[in-house]
């Protein structure tokens, strides 16, 4: 019925767990609390709760690309940097 939840996108953890409100349900992270959107039924609940976990899991590359682009440039004007001191 249900189908795999992802892995919290914040703390890793499969200790995951789909809580119904009233009219509602969401995905709960048992560990660090994160709640996914609520949805009218559990299984858009999970849905949306794996779309956010690919998008925040996506950020983090995009993220993590960034920084290391950035790395490289401070790197390349280091090195030019002792280039021109040195010449
Ligand atoms: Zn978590």
């Known amino acids: 019925m ?3 939840i992802c892995a919290c996108p914040f703390c890793s953890s499969n ?9 509602s349900y ?3 992270c048992g560990t660090c609390k994160a709640t996914g959107p ?3 039924s559990e299984f858009d609940a999970v849905v949306s709760w ?6 925040v899991e ?3 590359m995009v993220e993590k690309n960034d920084l290391l682009s950035r790395v ?13 001191l040195y010449s």
């Open 2 to 4: 249900i189908t795999n």
């Open 15 to 23: 200790h995951l767990h789909v809580t119904h409100h009233l009219v």
């Open 58 to 60: 996506l950020a983090k």
């Open 72 to 84: 490289a440039q401070v790197e390349n004007a280091v090195q030019q940097l002792e280039v021109n």
């Open 50 to 55: 794996n779309v956010l976990s690919a998008n």
């Open 26 to 28: 969401s995905v709960e």
């Open 38 to 40: 609520r949805k009218k």
